[in-house]
């Protein structure tokens, strides 16, 4: 199997069993009458041999779709938050300044962008449970064989990129630097523009995550505003703490109340190219799911806008009939064999 570079799967019950299970990329192990040193040899442990195929079409589906996008997720953040850094060395001469206040740096990955992920990589699914169990052959479709390729980490990466050098560009340029933004001839400093980076970095990365959602619960959606609403509290806390008793902004993160968040400038700033920067991936994703959707969309389409019941008797047509109670049912033709070798013959038939 090695050879062939393909992944094997070995269940047994028994004693027998335990070198192959151990020898297996999986290793399922049955509780049974036979003892239980194959159950815990085994990678993982059922109690019947029927619920195999809950734990491969429906649990390990599962886990291979958040799994690879949560890879791909990490990445993609932190390219777009890290790309911005990389441009402003060059535009500081290589000064050893950072566009990104430490505080910010320090909490991006935990408070500002780490539920989102966490709850996506927990509670995301394509398709409910019973959806899978009427049709099990989603688990060998195209999208689910390879779910982490080169070409689509490069895609990720390329958009990420791109992003975060639409908002660094955006921030050095946009928040003017020569322009005063109230009577009292303040500018925007490094600090202001720093934070108005964060901001698009943190706005663009809720978005993505939002079409990359395939099934919305309170959990995703608990976690996308409380993510959101820690960083403008981390602003505001930052603003407070260093600001002195008077109110007045003092050089520094203080300066983060009377710029960046009082003013209209900034607003329209990050709607505007947080909009922009997310308009290529809506427009691939409006495109892909309606003139080349895959398998798993189409079953999700049919169970939400046509019943589950639909979708019950599509699965109970291309069953294997019983044995026939008539001579008409006799004669009616069953399945082709050509049909039943392809692995995604219902499917098809579906789209």
Sequence with gaps: MRRLHKVSLAIGDGGNDVPMIQSADVGIGIMGHEGMQASRSSDFS??????????????????????????????????????????????????????????IILAFNIFFTGMQPLMFAVFEKDLDEDVIELFPEAYSTEERKHPLTPWQLFGWESQAVFQGTLFAF?????????????????????DSTGFMLAAMVVWVITVKLCLMLRYFTFHHINAIWTSVLAFYIALLLLNIWTSDFAGVGINGVGVINQIVLSKY???????????????????????????????WQTLQSVDRYRGREKLKSLSYKYQTPAEPESEAEEEAP??????????DWKLNDIA
Excluded at 68 to 95: E, G
Excluded at 170 to 190: F, N, Q
Excluded at 334 to 343: F, P, S, V, W
Aim: hydrophobic share 45%; aromatic share 16%.
């Design 334 to 343: 069953l399945i082709d064999e050509d049909r039943r070798k392809d692995k």
């Design 265 to 295: 400038r900034s607003w329209m700033l990050l709607l505007v190219f947080v909009f922009g920067a997310a308009i290529p991936d809506v427009v691939t994703t409006y495109a892909q799911r309606t003139f080349f959707p895959m398998a």
């Design 170 to 190: 955006a921030a050095l340029y946009g928040m003017s630097w020569d322009t005063a933004y109230d009577a009292s001839g303040r500018v925007a400093g490094l």
């Design 46 to 103: 059922i109690g019947e041999f029927r619920l195999l195929k809950r734990l491969l079409a429906v649990h390990g589906r599962y886990s291979s779709l958040r799994m690879s996008d949560l890879i791909k997720f990490s990445f993609y953040k932190n390219v777009c938050f890290c790309t911005p850094q990389v441009i402003f060395a060059a535009y500081s001469l290589y000064s050893a300044n950072t566009i990104h206040n430490e505080w």
